[in-house]
């Protein structure tokens, strides 16, 4: 049915349409291969080509641009993989279970043996990242992260950037607990509430809480998308980005659905409900496009304000917001270009709310609940994004 | 106050009169127990009439419901499928205690480890203030698998006599219950829900009051529990 939709839609471009998608498209390979060929590799020009529309286009380019994208040289990568003693394994259980039952992660007709074997390998990226780096924390919804890897890298190559990312965008979702998911999770209804304060007011009348979006956030979206081609496509997206661009690209969904959420029963498990069911015909350029302006019109640092104030009346926020809010790293190229375009908007803006400071925590409580010191988390994600985009 | 409108409307003697019609009333139970003992195909089975062929971990919380009809009264049973890893449950779970009118307990039949959590299990629910007065159930799950068994039925028994709740063993994957393909009465998920629905419907109005989300907002009149011991019966035949 969404085949023909799709069908239906570039017809009316007549064909022309489809001609200069066609030519788009061989001029962005072109332009990706001319980035990767120059010394040092135009690692601007891949983030811009990941997040712009399509982004990287095949599997085959994803395994050249994806490694560049998180600084990770494949020649250092050793060619035999460390071993996994399975037996004393404390992950191993728990990870065995979710595997076990991930096989809609696995492509439609993949023959039994084939999926059997790559479910093993998966164990095994899982564990060695786990065994190689005791700070990590497994969490459900990580092997839905890896098998993406996995599945478009292999199993060597997979290892190296999975182990990367576990380090930088995954951080704080590896803590011994999850409080500064929560955290972050707290960005949500701060961009909702931006950009259309009535879906905010009815989602906060609902109750409706931030759970519906987790998996969203710690899987990058791929616990909840059947469709592995969207996977990929957020991942190139995501991959550009900064850490936080996933929450960002949640605001984008939930107020693309706006109607859907203002005629729901303003009820929390109802809007649970509705909110935790994507639909599978969701306009993913243009809402990749959104979320990306949206990060640049009102950063993280900005938000963490709202964050700060709001945590005067429920005590939700942590020495994590606004230690954000002192990270923010330079944008990548795209977006900062959309951020001159915006720079009038941004000036109006800075005069109206004075410029944008950093507040620092006073609290103890604070620091305590933000559970380690301010080298991790979001703001290890941060230094090391900047590492990463040198 | 919202909240409690919209699960509850019952008339009272007073303003019945200035009320709509009332809605379907909601029953709200939370499933909970050991990741991988098949919390979700409980809850899928009962939902959906049938069994699901795959499910996959629960990250964060899921939620099914079902209307039913008790009495001739339309029902909805609302079930709070949730993560079974520890580690999402202390920050994520607890906003889906709330309002909570019964507890499901799930362990699987042949991972001792599942029911050894129970003790566990039982204390989160005390700190979210779901203690015995809330109908609390244990469910044995996967007793399709009983050649494989490490939990008996009379070991499971005495901890639910122990803790007050009936026990139902249950197979939420095997239409069939025996290996020999009978249709038999292995199959009680349908009768555990409904078990703790009538339950809740017995209990009347005041006892499916809510607490009130803010201290001093409402006072919620509990009725005094008449049996503190065993409720209903741990019968399961259907």
């Known amino acids: 049915m969404k ?18 998608a066609e030519s788009r498209r061989k001029k962005k390979t072109a332009e990706i291969a001319q980035a990767l060929n120059v010394t040092p590799v135009d690692v601007a020009t891949l983030r811009r080509m990941a997040i712009s529309e399509g982004g990287l286009l095949t599997d085959e380019i994803r395994r050249q641009v994806w490694p560049r994208l998180l600084n990770v040289s ?16 404390k992950d191993f259980n728990q990870v065995l279970l979710d595997v076990q039952r991930s096989l809609r992660r696995f492509p439609p007709g993949m023959p039994d043996e084939q999926r059997a074997g790559l479910q093993e390998e998966l164990i095994n990226i899982i564990l060695r990242v786990l065994v190689k780096n005791p700070q990590l924390h497994y969490y459900q919804g990580y092997h839905d992260i890896v098998v993406t890897f996995l599945l478009v890298l292999g199993e060597r190559l997979a290892t190296a950037l999975v182990e990367k990312l576990s380090t930088h965008h ?19 209804m701060p961009i909702i509430e931006r950009v259309n304060p009535e879906v905010y007011d009815f989602m906060q009348q609902a109750e409706v809480g931030t759970i519906f979006a987790l998996s969203w956030l710690i899987t990058w979206f791929g616990h909840v998308l059947s469709d592995f081609r969207h996977v990929v496509r957020l991942y190139d997206f995501f991959l550009a980005c900064h850490p936080l661009m996933p929450i960002y690209f949640a605001a984008v969904i ?3 659905r706006e109607e859907e959420v203002l005629e729901c029963e303003c009820d929390m498990a109802m809007m649970h409900h509705l909110l935790s069911r994507i639909p599978e015909d969701l306009p993913y350029e243009t809402l990749i496009s959104r979320a990306g302006d949206l990060f640049v019109q009102f950063p993280p640092s900005e938000l963490a304000r709202g964050v700060h104030q709001r945590s005067q009346e429920t005590a939700v926020s ?25 720079q009038l908007q941004q000036r109006t803006l800075e005069a109206k709310h004075g410029k944008v400071t950093v507040a620092r925590p006073t609290g103890a409580t604070l620091h305590e609940a933000g559970g380690h010191g301010s080298d991790c988390g979001v703001g290890c994600c941060s230094v090391g994004h900047g590492e990463l985009g040198s | 106050m919202a909240d409690i409108e919209s699960s509850f409307e019952f008339s009272s003697s007073l303003t019945s009169s200035s009320l709509p019609p009332p809605r379907t009333r909601i029953f709200k139970i939370i499933v909970i127990g050991d990741s991988g003992v098949g919390k979700t195909c409980l809850t899928y089975r009962f939902c959906a009439d049938k069994f699901p062929d795959k499910t996959e971990a629960t990250i964060g919380v899921d939620f099914r419901e079902k209307v039913v009809e008790i009495d001739g009264e339309q029902i909805k049973v609302q079930l709070w499928d949730t993560a079974g890893q520890e580690r999402f449950r202390k920050s994520m779970v607890q906003h889906y205690y709330r309002n909570v009118h019964a507890v499901v307990f ?14 566990a299990w039982i204390e989160e629910c005390r700190q979210h203030a779901l203690g015995q007065e809330v109908p609390r159930i244990l469910v ?17 028994q005495q901890f639910a006599d122990a803790h007050s709740m009936p026990l139902f063993e249950t197979s939420a994957k095997n239409p069939y219950g025996n290996e020999d393909g009978s ?10 829900f409904m078990t703790v629905a009538h339950k809740l419907k017995s209990q009347k109005p005041l006892m499916l009051s809510q607490p009130p989300s803010r201290p001093g907002d409402i006072v919620t009149l509990r009725q005094e529990e008449e049996d503190r011991g065993l409720w209903g019966c741990s019968c399961w035949r259907s």
């Open chain 1, 3 to 20: 085949k023909s939709r799709s069908v239906g839609a570039s017809s009316q471009l007549n064909g022309f349409g489809k001609q200069d």
């Open chain 1, 74 to 89: 494949v020649d250092q990568i050793p060619e035999e993989l460390e071993m996994i003693d399975r037996d004393n394994n």
């Open chain 1, 170 to 188: 995954l951080r704080d979702f590896m803590d011994p607990t999850m409080d500064n998911t929560t955290h972050i999770l707290n960005y949500l």
């Open chain 1, 254 to 256: 939930v107020l693309h």
């Open chain 1, 318 to 342: 942590t020495f994590k917001d606004f230690e954000l809010a002192s990270t923010q790293q330079r944008p990548d190229v795209v977006l900062r270009r959309r951020r001159k375009e915006q």
């Open chain 2, 106 to 119: 799930v362990y699987d039949v042949t991972n001792a480890a599942s029911f050894r959590s129970l003790p």
């Open chain 2, 140 to 156: 044995g799950n996967k007793c399709d698998l009983r050649h494989a068994a490490q939990v008996s039925t009379d070991v499971a």
């Open chain 2, 183 to 192: 249709r038999n009465n292995s199959d009680h998920v349908e009768a555990i």
